[in-house]
């Protein structure tokens, strides 16, 4: 297989197969808990993860300040981010919820900038900040004229974008001294613990009753939302420029939408679609404002 063809398949996973995940977590938690659920999934994908880094030969981590790094990244973009987005789900339309989680790319551009380590955006970069979180209002607000979901579930959404935008930024700023990939797998496995033990200790445990179609959505949420696309978008981080990179954040949730009208019969209002519309046009600002060289400083 030629370089371009590689190239051109693992983009194709990367958008296709966690552009599917929302559709897989609103099917699953309509038979399985949510947090039982997810920590279900993590776990199990962190195992097979871990297993193949150590058959590899890549390096774990080994200090207390990889594992502080590691593990508040585990908390914010995994627990609260993967995890209020499988809790809100139970009601929230899997198109919708993709959408709303697409402001993710908006909340990291912002936290960005703060401290004394932030680096500022450009005007064009702010305009499309305003413009995605003024579709954000818009989609949410047809929602809830609908009231197709509980105010409580976008709000959660909402929160896990922020959640995942705090934690991007932090592993950015304090990257663990071990391979992308142990570090994904030690993620995982800290997530699925506490995710477990929080649906353990909020009862979940009687509501678990696995069906078929819950067990494919767990297998392939395990096995490609987690293991598959990650080495996928992993290897393209080596290949591709940034900008090529950066498409996943708006391509996703345009899979999400026609995955969840063509299967499941998921319809958005008039409205829905204008903040649909708004929320992507101002990722995409972001996007590409953030991808532009920088003039040099002078010296």
Known sequence: MSRNSAV????????????????????????LPPFLFAGSRFLGAGLLMLLWAWIRGQKLPTRWQDY?????????????????????????ESNQ?????????????WFGTFGA?????????????????LGVAVLVGGSLQLRAAPPLGYAALLGASMAWGVGSVYLRRHPPDCSAWAGAAMQMLIAGSLMAGIGLASGELPRWHMT???????????????????????????????????????????????????????????????????ILAGVVLVTLASRRPKAASPV
């Open 8 to 31: 051109a398949l693992a983009l194709a996973t990367v958008y296709l197969v966690w552009g599917s995940t929302y559709l897989a977590i609103r099917v699953g938690v309509r038979d």
């Open 68 to 92: 502080r790094s590691i593990g508040l990244a585990a908390v914010t973009m995994l627990v609260l981010g993967n995890g209020l987005v499988t809790w809100a789900e139970q009601w929230v």
């Open 212 to 278: 078929p179609s819950a067990a494919w959505m767990l297998l392939y949420l395990m096995l490609f939302g987690s293991c598959v696309a990650y080495g996928a978008y992993f290897w393209l981080v080596q290949q591709v420029t940034p900008a090529v990179l950066g498409t996943y954040a708006y391509v996703n949730p345009a899979v999400a939408v026609v995955l969840g009208w063509a299967l499941v019969g998921e319809r958005l209002s008039p409205t829905q679609w204008l903040g649909t519309g708004v």
């Open 117 to 133: 380590r932030g680096e500022p955006i450009g005007r064009s970069a702010i305009v499309g900040l305003a413009v995605g979180f």
């Open 97 to 109: 919820a993709a959408l709303i989680v697409a402001t993710s790319a908006l909340w990291i551009s």
